[in-house]
């Protein structure tokens, strides 16, 4: 499928076309983890459009998928949201060639966008030989790309964990478009801060934290935030992130701190059950603290294959009081989560011995 821009227009489309928010979207199983649940994946797709998601973000890393199931997942999600929404897709495979590899599948199927990072286990002798990895990478697509440094934490070179020095000349490739702040690098306001100094006027800045868009939309102009699970304290009827969003972008600050008020007691209640999962200093991703509370609040939910944590039966009720302490209402049977709710609707149950 032909993109709607080339790499020289790519910067200038992401400017005027990725704004909002954007969350990302796990694989389903069938209830024996045999195979995808293609239903489900297609009913999640539906249920983040209708949250208000300006963008999907397809999450393959940390769930136990084959490539050829990765690119079976990649080609279900952009099928169902058949261009309503932008599609991005999370590239952080193991080598270099699958990451390429990934990314040319993502566009032959219809994806527009990709948050492009390194390797993780990729380990660069110099400055110079991490950003020309990069640019290898980009030269390799014509995706629009967002630049991720997360999961390397170089702080060898940069106490900040990423050699600040060559972000502007990995903004200036052409086909990065935008960069996502947090989630390793750091997960400092003044990390932010310095790439929109740095960068800013030459790609879209985003922290996906909302307390940290009091300062980044009314004085940096961020424009897009994610991707991050912001289905998890906000419903299709009650979509209180976006609204949060807007209202910064449209400067009603009365309303940006009345909703961030709303939401508050839900980090102090979910939060202290998950201190020790620690996914900027691990870079183990946790996705099924995100499938469980996305369920909670209509999602398809389902399980996912190891090598994934366990969620635990006291982090599982501190997510839903956390739910009903902001006034939402967790979904119910339980056992429709461990199967997937399209799965559930079929008849499936827990096998039992």
Known sequence: MALEYTKAEAKQWAKEKFIGL???????????????DEDGIRYDVNHIIANGMASILIAPEGTGMTMEEIKRFISIVNDEAGG???????????TVEENIAIMQH????GGNMAMLGHPVMYDPESVEELYRNYKYMCDATNLALVFYPGRLKLKRWDISGWPMEILPRIADIPNVVAMKVLGGSSSSLPFTLQCFHLVGEQILVADPVPSAWFTTIPN????????????????????????????????????AFRIHWQNMPNAEVADAAFANVNYPETGILVAYVDKYA????????????????RLYDYQKEAIRAGLRAIGLTPREPEEEFYVGRMNYAKGARLKRY
């Not at 993502?106 to 199927?109: A, F, P, V, W």
């Not at 609040?297 to 994934?308: A, C, K, M």
């Open 294 to 309: 996305h369920w909670c609040n209509g999602g398809n939910g389902g399980i996912l294959r190891q090598p994934t944590g």
């Open 220 to 255: 940096y102009g961020q424009q897009w935030a994610g991707a991050a699970p912001f289905y998890n304290t906000q419903t299709p009827e009650d979509q209180r992130n976006v609204k949060l969003f807007n209202a910064l972008r449209n400067g009603d600050m009365e309303e």
């Open 106 to 109: 993502h566009e032959k199927t």
């Open 84 to 94: 309503r929404v932008h599609t991005s897709l999370s590239v952080l495979m193991n």
């Open 22 to 36: 954007e969350a990302p979207i796990f694989p389903s199983f069938s209830p024996d983890l045999s195979e995808l």
